[in-house]
T-cell receptor, first 113, second 118 residues
Framework: IAGITQAPTSQILAAGRRMTLRCTQD?????MYWYRQDLGLGLRLIHY???????GKGEVPDGYSVSRANTDDFPLTLASAVPSQTSVYFC????????????FGPGTRLLVL | AQKITQTQPGMFVQEKEAVTLDCTYD???????LFWYKQPSSGEMIFLIY??????QNATEGRYSLNFQKARKSANLVISASQLGDSAMYFC???????????????FGQGTILTVHP
């Protein structure tokens, strides 16, 4: 593993089903983030975690939950998917420092029908 | 609250010419960071360049430079000598610096699609 990996790459999901998007980083970054990308809206923050054991809500957290049991993993769960959650989901991580550049995973394309 | 505005939905440039992608921001913070990311058609987000609000000089990274005008709250990306591989979506983003619950989180603009013509 190098950088950030996300799984699955893409998924078609029936409305009402539960789904967990996985994210793993091997850079030992403290902070991790989940964004969704929608046409015309750019990327919007769903949830974040500044360090293992802590999480926080972003701009659009409703319908999503996260956990951060360790430094490397930051799964995003849709408890009961709805069509408006159709989007491309990006996981990102950043180190602590002057710049704190965020590095992104390849994304997960999710279609909720 | 922080806001990023990219007013150019699409831009066209001839290969080997320079192009400027506009980005304006709104924030009440004194300390912040500005980023540009590139998203090619393959979908990944690629970090290009960073500018800190207290940096005295404009950032440069190879063919990318950031025209930072703090008083006007603008952070335009300049790509010199455009290449066909520069065709992509470009996002401007802002992050608050310092402590607090907003630490590290990025606010993105809507993006600009750049097309480089041969």
């Amino acid at each position: 593993i190098a950088g950030i990996t996300q799984a699955p790459t893409s998924q078609i999901l029936a409305a009402g089903r539960r789904m967990t998007l996985r994210c793993t980083q091997d850079m030992r970054h403290n902070a991790m983030y989940w964004y969704r990308q929608d046409l015309g809206l750019g990327l919007r923050l769903i949830h974040y975690s500044n360090t293992a054991g802590t999480t926080g809500k972003g701009e659009v957290p409703d319908g999503y939950s996260v956990s951060r049991a360790n430094t490397d993993d930051f799964p995003l769960t849709l408890a009961s998917a709805v069509p408006s959650q159709t989007s491309v989901y990006f996981c990102a991580s950043s180190d602590r420092g002057r710049i704190e550049t965020q590095y992104f995973g390849p994304g997960t394309r999710l279609l909720v029908l | 609250a922080q806001k990023i505005t990219q007013t150019q939905p699409g831009m066209f440039v001839q290969e080997k010419e320079a192009v400027t992608l506009d980005c304006t921001y709104d924030t009440s913070d004194q300390s912040y960071g500005l980023f540009w990311y590139k998203q090619p058609s393959s979908g990944e987000m690629i970090f290009l360049i960073y500018q800190g609000s207290y940096d005295e000089q404009n950032a440069t990274e190879g063919r990318y430079s950031l025209n930072f005008q703090k008083a006007r709250k603008s952070a335009n990306l300049v790509i010199s000598a455009s290449q066909l591989g520069d065709s992509a979506m470009y996002f401007c983003a802002m992050r608050r610096r310092g402590g607090g619950t907003s630490y590290g989180k990025l606010t993105f603009g809507q993006g600009t699609i750049l097309t480089v013509h041969p």
